[in-house]
């Protein structure tokens, strides 16, 4: 009888220590984990290209570090097509980019006040 009851303690013992361990490897509040990917990220940098035909702006940006990306230059829609209006190229400029891989979309663009 002892040797039964001594097996469901450690048992029981193991299973709370794994379930205990399973929750901090999860925990998404815990700091760099992230349950999910954003799908706004911000971004700053200078305008390449602008496209008012096709509704596209050409950036050279700086890392997105939230999303893992490194300072590269990427064509990117503009949703609505008349955010073009606001800027000119060669203009530094902060945007908002709607996520979704190489499909990306500009949502929001302004120039960089000095």
Do not use: Y
Request: positive net charge; hydrophobic residues 45%.
């Amino acid at each position: 009888m002892k040797k039964h009851v001594f097996t469901l303690v450690c048992a029981g013992a193991l299973v709370l220590a794994s379930t205990a361990s399973f929750g901090q490897q999860m925990d998404s509040n815990m700091p760099g984990m992230q349950a999910t990917k954003p799908t706004q990220v911000q971004g700053v940098g200078i305008v390449k290209a602008i496209d008012t035909t096709k509704g596209t702006i050409t950036l050279q940006h700086q890392a997105i570090t939230a999303i893992g990306w490194p300072a590269m230059t990427m064509t990117f829609k503009a949703d609505p097509s008349d955010l073009l209006q606001n800027v000119k190229v060669g203009e530094q400029v902060r945007f908002t980019l709607h996520l979704a891989g190489m499909g990306s979309t500009v949502t929001a663009i302004a120039p960089v006040q000095p």
